[in-house]
Structure formats: structure tokens, C-alpha cells
């Protein structure tokens, strides 16, 4: 299974909400140097195709990914992430969207989902630099 953009998004934040990383989806600069980080890991073993493509806009102080912003935008629009905060800071999935994302990661093979892992790790690492906290 290729994975798309949007997918990939999904189960990384599937993931990092089950290892109890708070999703913060305001603070643009940390997905978008994730995004760029990923994408500057050379070749390796389970690594989405659209990480080689995706494109990025340096006319500001970090690279900026229109594609990643758009799906950012789309999830909390449709509902597929959700926030109780009246200044949106933190996100969570509802449960039944964690049950879909979780049954279509189960059919991940073993190289995207050890790809993802790391790529956890690093988005973990990353959101610790801008300050989201962990639940």
C-alpha cells in the first residue's frame, strides 16, 4: 500500500496520541519542519514515496508545505480531529476515528509501520522544541 500524504498524517497522529503526545495543530512551524526533516532522511526502508516529492516554500523563516497545510486544515475541518478548548491549542481524535485509522494501520506492512515509528520518535522530538505539552 502506497501511502499518501493524508494517510501518513493520520497514523502519525494516531500515534503520537497513544503515546500521550498532546496534538497541537496551531503551531504550523513544528509540522512543517517535521515534514521537512522526513523528507531529508535518505533512502530507507519503508519510506512513503510522496516524502521525495513533497514540495516546500522557503519564503519565510521555515520551510512551508502547501499540501500539509491544506490537510491540516481539512481535519479539523471535517471533524476528524477535534479540540474542547476555547483556544483550540489541543487536539484529540474521537474514539470511533481512532478505531477506522487503527484498522487501516493494521494493514500497513512491517517497513511503513517501523517508518512510522521513527517518524514518531522524531515528531516527538520536535514538538518538544516548540513547547506542546505532553498529557
Keep these: 500500500m502506497q ?7 493520520k497514523f502519525l ?3 503520537l496520541q497513544r503515546n500521550g503526545t ?5 503551531n504550523r512551524e513544528l509540522w512543517h519542519q517535521l515534514f521537512y526533516r522526513l523528507k531529508k532522511i535518505g533512502e530507507a526502508d519503508g519510506k512513503p514515496e510522496f516524502l521525495k ?5 522557503w519564503d519565510g523563516k521555515y520551510p512551508k508545505c502547501p499540501k500539509l497545510a491544506d ?8 471533524g476528524s480531529v477535534v479540540t ?3 483556544r483550540y491549542e489541543e487536539y484529540t481524535i474521537p474514539e470511533e476515528t481512532q478505531k477506522l485509522w487503527l484498522r487501516e494501520y493494521e494493514k500497513l506492512n512491517k517497513a511503513t509501520k ?3 515509528k521513527i517518524s514518531t520518535v522524531i515528531a516527538e522530538e520536535e ?8 498529557k
Excluded at 498532546?22 to 496551531?26: A, D, K, Q, R
Excluded at 490537510?71 to 471535517?78: A, D, E, G, K, V
Excluded at 514538538?127 to 505532553?134: M, P, Q, R
Aim: hydrophobic fraction near 50%; glycine fraction near 10%.
Design 13 to 15: 497522529l494516531l500515534s
Design 3 to 9: 501511502l499518501s500524504l493524508g494517510d501518513f498524517v
Design 114 to 116: 517501523n517508518f512510522l
Design 71 to 78: 490537510y491540516l486544515n481539512t481535519l479539523r475541518l471535517f
Design 127 to 134: 514538538f518538544k522544541k516548540g513547547a506542546i505539552t505532553e
Design 53 to 57: 516529492n513533497l514540495w516546500f516554500d
Design 84 to 86: 474542547t478548548g476555547p
Design 22 to 26: 498532546g496534538l497541537s495543530l496551531n
